[in-house]
């Protein structure tokens, strides 16, 4: 049966579960909840009546429903039985045996309206049916609808609890998941680049990256080419519970952590040591210079624990803050890029009016209009709306208005008791899938599956399925086909989140991936939906490829059995891939420094080093290269007196002052 007690508000579910463990009486309990929750109900969404579209309200609403009803006919079965005495005092028989029909027919209904209605759902009614090696669409990528999966339960460290010492304050003595002693940096680091292998079959990590950016500029039209230095790359993260501009409950000032858990501060989210290792891809092999790297989730904050270690090896890079409900996060002095809503709305809804009348159209954040790349590294995650939250839902931090609530009825809209089942519905994922700024500058997917969890706000928990059995699921995902990436890691989640309550089998709902069959095949689109976000008019027929493996065993989809064309699942832990020397940290000395007439410049590494000088403007003096360790020297009497800096292509910033 359905249990909506995750979703009520945390003072009512511990009241709720205080109840049970005193074993009072059932009808009795019943009674109270319904009491409360009504009063919950009326005080709450009285004086703001928009409140009642939250998650917690619609969770309440059934309860409060059974118990009007119940009460409603409670006391009509004892007007109903009054009339009945009066009407045979009277000696009026048949009025009386009316009467008294209608007497009992309300109280019976008085004991079975309230559980109906609330529980009105199970599982079983509503689980779909996800037929195996059935392609649907047309596959893309280097390697047409290759999803790479790595996986090493060494990544994370199995121990971990997710608990906190209450303090107020996040600190040695908690054990969350997203600290340096649960996730070994060396193992995730050559976890991505064997992926990246796996996805390109380079023979080396430079190789792979300038083939993934070729594959891009090709799709795009725009020719034959690799990155060039003056493109912004912008990496999206999830960060739900920094709320930004939201609220600042779960941070400090300083944008520092909260460790209470009872408000799922330790809830999964992105992990910030994946994010380090691309990173250190971009900007020690891709070539990309840290200054031309955004990192963010646009409508949150990123909390100062990740900045810190972001910002340690990578000072130039820009993390957006997001302070436009609240200036009093001084989100610049704290070192983060404010983030800026474009002028005109961006994002036109191809629902006409139907599913979300009062969001016909929306801004965007103005990073996605600036950034020329975009790596998107959602959490693996079930979620109670959509079922599942991977890169297209991950998108709701991308949309300026508070929470993106208005975009909930384009889901399945009920936070665990769906209301929108089935196929060939609007889906809003698809409309976003389908735009241009949100999605058509993806350069890369990747979904972070080191810490998975089982809703928006869920704090991690182990894997049971195989071949995790135990331990932490220690996986990511990368792909360059948007759908097929998702119908993977929608196999993940609907195995391992299989229970027998709604809310234990989100993924397994009816219709989860109607989504993926209308983003692979233009065919499957709704009767009278033109998915057309961008409202430019053109449309686009297939995404990618959609499919479902054969069995949760043998994880085997249709180009790995050799019978069809769409997803090709390889599992890059079970490659024998050189990972060693991937990665080389290319270095630059100045020296003097301060200097008046003449400067050295130094490559530590053995590759070609190209750089430029700059003044304190941005404005270039000069530029060259370096092949190899060797030293080149730089006159720089002309110069005036004052501040200059010497930036590389690989993202380093030295400061030199001139005497």
């Known amino acids: 049966m359905y249990d909506p007690i995750p979703h009520l508000p945390h003072n009512f579910q511990r009241f709720i579960r205080s109840l049970k463990t005193l074993r009072i009486p059932n009808g009795l309990t019943a009674f109270t909840i319904g009491l409360l929750a009504t009063l919950w109900f009326l005080i709450r969404v009285i004086p703001k009546p928009s409140r009642a579209a939250y998650p917690c309200m619609q969770a309440t609403a059934p309860f409060m429903a059974g118990f009007v009803v119940y009460l409603s006919s409670l ?242 890079i820009k993390v957006l803050g997001n302070n436009l409900l609240h200036p009093e996060l001084q989100v610049e002095a704290l070192g983060r890029v404010p983030v800026v809503v474009t002028a005109v709305d961006k994002v036109f809804y191809s629902d006409n009016g139907t599913v979300m009348p009062a969001s016909l159209s929306d801004k965007l954040f103005t990073i ?105 699921c220690s996986s990511i995902f990368l792909s360059l086909d948007p759908v097929a990436i998702e119908s993977v890691c929608h196999d993940f989640l609907r195995t391992e989140y299989n229970g027998p309550t709604i809310a234990q089998c989100r993924p397994n709902w009816h219709g989860v991936d109607d989504y993926l069959h209308q983003a692979a095949d233009q065919s499957l689109w709704p009767k009278g939906i033109v998915y057309d976000p961008d409202n430019d008019g053109i449309l686009i027929s297939s995404l990618g490829v959609h499919e479902h493996w054969n069995d949760s065993l043998n994880k085997a989809y249709s180009r790995n059995l050799g019978i069809g064309e769409g997803i090709e699942l390889i599992k890059a832990h079970e490659w024998s891939v050189g990972i060693t020397n991937q990665i080389e940290h290319t270095e630059v000395e100045v020296f003097p420094n301060p200097a008046s007439e003449r400067i050295w410049i130094k490559n530590t590494g053995s590759k070609q080093l190209t750089y430029e000088l700059v003044n304190a403007s941005g404005q270039r003096i000069l530029s060259g290269t370096i092949n190899g360790q060797y030293l080149t020297d730089i006159t720089i009497t002309h110069l005036p007196h004052g501040l200059y800096f010497l930036r590389t292509n690989t993202g380093r910033s030295v400061k030199i002052i001139k005497d």
Not at 392 to 401: E, V
Not at 406 to 435: E, K, V
Not at 443 to 469: C, K, N, R, T, Y
Request: hydrophobic share 45%; glycine share 8%.
């Open 75 to 316: 006391v009509g079965s004892v007007w109903a039985f009054g009339r009945f005495r009066r009407a045979a005092a009277g000696r009026t028989s048949l009025v009386a045996i009316l009467f008294l029909l209608v007497a009992v027919s309300l109280f019976l209904g008085s004991l079975f309206q309230f559980p109906a209605i609330s529980f009105a759902k199970r599982a079983s009614s509503i689980r779909g049916y996800f037929p195996p090696n059935e392609p649907i669409g047309v596959a893309r990528g280097i390697f047409p609808g290759r999803v790479v999966w790595m996986w090493d339960k060494d990544a994370t460290n199995q121990a971990c609890t997710n608990t906190s010492n209450g303090n107020g304050i996040v600190d040695p003595d908690d054990d969350a998941w997203f600290m340096a002693k649960n996730n070994d940096q060396t193992v995730i680091d050559s976890m991505l680049i064997k992926s990246m292998l796996a996805l390109t079959e380079a023979s080396d990590l430079p190789s792979a990256w300038d083939s993934v950016f070729r594959f891009f500029n090709n799709s795009q039209g725009y020719g034959d080419i690799g990155y060039e230095t003056d493109q912004k790359v912008f990496i999206k993260v999830n960060a739900t519970t920094a709320y930004g501009g939201v609220s600042t409950g779960r941070y400090y000032a300083d944008l520092s952590r909260n460790d209470n858990l009872a408000v799922n501060d330790f809830a999964a989210e992105t992990n910030p040591f994946l994010v380090l290792s691309m990173l250190r891809q971009l900007v020690y092999v891709a070539g990309v210079p840290q200054n031309m790297i955004y990192v963010g989730d646009p409508a949150r904050n990123i909390y100062k624990e990740f900045f810190d270690l972001w910002k340690a090896e990578f000072p130039e």
């Open 368 to 472: 996605f209009d600036e950034m020329d790349y975009l790596i998107n590294i959602p959490t693996l995650k079930a979620h109670a709306t959509a079922g599942i939250t991977l890169n297209a839902k991950n998108h709701f931090g991308s949309f300026t208005r508070t929470w993106a609530m208005h975009l909930h009825p384009g889901l399945f809209d009920n936070a665990d008791d769906p209301i929108r089942l089935g196929y060939g519905l609007y889906r809003i994922q698809t409309d976003i899938m389908m735009h241009n700024l949100l999605s058509g500058k993806n350069l890369l997917m990747i979904v972070d599956g080191l810490f998975p969890g089982e809703d928006a706000l869920g704090v991690p928990f182990h894997w049971q399925s195989i071949p995790f059995e135990g331990d932490w």
